[in-house]
């Protein structure tokens, strides 16, 4: 089977657990490669919904192996939940779940640091509040504890007191007694170690041996640090690339790029959102595809579908194949408008502004498409979509120049639609 990346290519929340989940029942390993606990991947099965955040979405399935990549900042007590959550949900974890020794920790003071840092800005970004971007910026400012360093009591004293002399001497903590929070750190010792491995030597011998690896990421394109609509992104990479770097695989182990989008698009917090709907069809497709954030519960901000963030999407992951989610969603709407270009300052484009501050000026220049008005849940056959519900599709494959894989018509598990 081949190795798989799952990337989203909007601004996150596109349905990537359910793909993960779908294409797990093929794969050997799945391996979370960025993000913290501020992305919630929901997936259905049986009837019964689970929402992981830090716990690959593979780990649903019986005799799997799951890896948390260096590139995921770890936050222990939540991925101590989950843990126990699967365990008393008949989920065995223990033999399964592998944590690259590799990476870094969100430390308890990273939250009160995320929310400080909100407060201070003049025009928010929407951070969750989970002390992500705090528990990068130690990472990158080379002082960030990994999780290897909890097994050593003495480097571990060292790196917290380098990180409270920072942070306290730009006076952005309250006082934090350091051997307490090294006590604190070290109790998560023992219940980590026995994950620990070597991230990438682990995957890149199980490639050797001819398994297939599934790359799992978090949020979305359009919140890529270097490639989304900075400054309102997510601290990590979302893109493809994000799951070499944040494995430690190389380019030629990757034999497929998989795109996950919505029939539709939504945003969390702020920023710009060129087709956003604030009126009553807004409101139907929030009510209607249940658009509340898996991790803070926050309401999605809605509005149709853009096929410029997408082009732009698929460019930068080298997309090959699409996974459309949610279709049953704009089952009721009698005219549904697509976004084939943006307006600017009274000219006409298909791409993004170089300076993506200007994309909050854009207005979007629609399509209009005759709604289906008709059920597409739980189709799991092309030929049984209704003609306009296809002629839909077509349109978003024809645009993209990317063929269209899969088509969730439900959350189920078996409510996928496999096209080729």
């Known amino acids: 089977m081949p190795n ?55 780990i649903l399935h019986p005799k799997k192996i799951c890896l948390i ?7 222990p007590e939540e ?16 033999g399964r779940l592998k944590i690259s020794a590799g990476a870094h920790i969100v430390l308890p003071f990273h939250r009160e640091l995320d929310l400080w840092e909100e407060a201070r800005r003049g025009e928010k970004i929407g951070t969750t509040g989970r002390g992500i971007g705090p528990a990068y910026s130690e990472k990158y400012a080379r002082r960030g504890i990994r999780a290897v360093d909890l097994l050593s009591p003495e480097k571990l004293s060292r790196k917290v007191n380098d990180i409270l002399s920072c942070r306290n001497h730009a006076g952005q903590l309250s006082k934090i007694d350091p051997i307490g929070l090294v006590q604190q750190l070290r109790s998560y010792e023992k219940f980590i170690s026995p994950y620990l491995v070597d991230g990438s030597r682990f995957l890149n011998e199980a490639i050797k041996k001819r ?22 992104a997510t601290p990590s990479h979302t893109i493809a690339g994000g799951a070499l770097t944040g494995t430690g695989v190389g380019p030629k182990a990757i034999d497929e790029v998989i795109g996950v989008m919505k029939a539709y698009t939504t945003r969390v917090g702020n920023g710009p959102f060129p087709t956003e709907l604030t009126g009553l069809e807004g409101e139907l497709l929030r009510k209607t595809g249940e658009e509340f954030g898996a991790t803070t ?37 009698p005219e549904i408008e697509i976004c084939v270009a943006y307006e600017y300052k009274g000219k006409k484009t298909d791409e993004l502004p170089l300076d993506l501050c200007e994309l909050s000026e854009c207005k979007p220049v629609y399509k209009t498409y005759t709604g289906w008005k ?10 049984k979509l209704p003609p306009n519900a296809r002629k839909y599709l077509a349109t978003i494959e024809k645009t993209l120049g990317v063929p269209i894989s899969l088509i969730s018509t439900g959350p189920e598990r078996e409510a996928t639609i496999v096209k080729r």
């Open 69 to 75: 990549g260096s590139g995921v900042v770890l936050e």
């Open 374 to 383: 008709s059920s597409t849940r739980g189709i799991t056959r092309f030929a």
């Open 79 to 94: 991925l101590k939940r989950e843990i126990e959550m699967l365990a008393a949900r008949g989920v065995k974890v223990e």
């Open 297 to 333: 519960g926050r309401p999605r901000r809605t509005g149709w579908l853009d096929l410029v963030i997408l082009k732009h999407a698929c460019r930068i992951n080298g997309t090959d194949k699409l996974a459309i989610m949610k279709l049953d969603v704009l089952d009721n709407f």
């Open 211 to 232: 398994k297939s690896v599934l790359f799992e990421g978090a949020q979305g394109s359009l919140l890529d640090v270097d490639f989304g609509t900075y400054p309102y």
């Open 4 to 58: 798989r990346i799952v990337v989203g290519l909007q601004w996150g929340d596109e349905g990537k657990g359910k793909i993960v989940d779908f294409l797990s029942q093929k794969a050997d390993i799945v391996a979370r490669y960025q993000g913290g606990a501020n992305a919630g991947h929901t997936v259905y099965v049986n009837g019964e919904k689970f929402v992981l955040h830090l716990i690959p979405s593979g």
